[in-house]
């Protein structure tokens, strides 16, 4: 048992905690991934794979897998019903924090997006979950932003209201307790 104040490490036991709760939640919405058996996803997954799954879950992800590329590309994407808790209160890249003069929120959703080692929704793939069932109903996602939009200082999010999913644009530097990101895994 790991002491009070330590990082814990991972362990066999903690990979097959993660591996039992993926499994359950992939079992219990089997609407995201029609005709997909975990036995194919599960062999899938290596030490790469796990660790970035597990940094998912840890900041209240719920990553399962849904079928936002089409048939037979396996995808882990964050299935939170509402943005990830622990991925909030971030304006969207390095370049807008660092623009910001006065309270800096503590990072930016692009640079925790790669430590994590996942790679943010765009918007057909936030479309694409949301046609599975309904996310981000009271919160919003930052999404991938083409360049031409961020070259003029945007960046592009998503939400749900009113039974549609809308994009919006905001100043990248902009960063509000309601506004997270979404990551995918391909695995």
Known sequence: MPKRGRARTSTPRAGDDLLSTLKARFEAHPHRHPGLAWAKVEARLNARALATLEAMEASGGEPDVALIDGPGVIVFVDCA??????????????????????????????????????????????????????????????????????????????????DHVFTYHNGAQSYYAARGFRGKLRV
């Open 81 to 162: 019903e509402e943005s990830p808790a622990g991925r909030r209160s971030l304006c969207f890249d390095r370049e807008a924090w660092q623009a910001r003069k006065e309270a800096r929120p503590k990072s930016n959703a692009l640079d925790v997006a790669a430590a994590m080692g996942v790679e943010l929704l765009t918007e057909a793939e936030y479309r694409a979950l949301q046609a599975l069932e309904a996310f981000d109903a009271k919160t919003s996602s930052w999404v991938q932003t083409p360049d031409a939009i961020r070259a003029l200082g945007g960046a592009l999010f998503c939400d749900r209201r009113y």
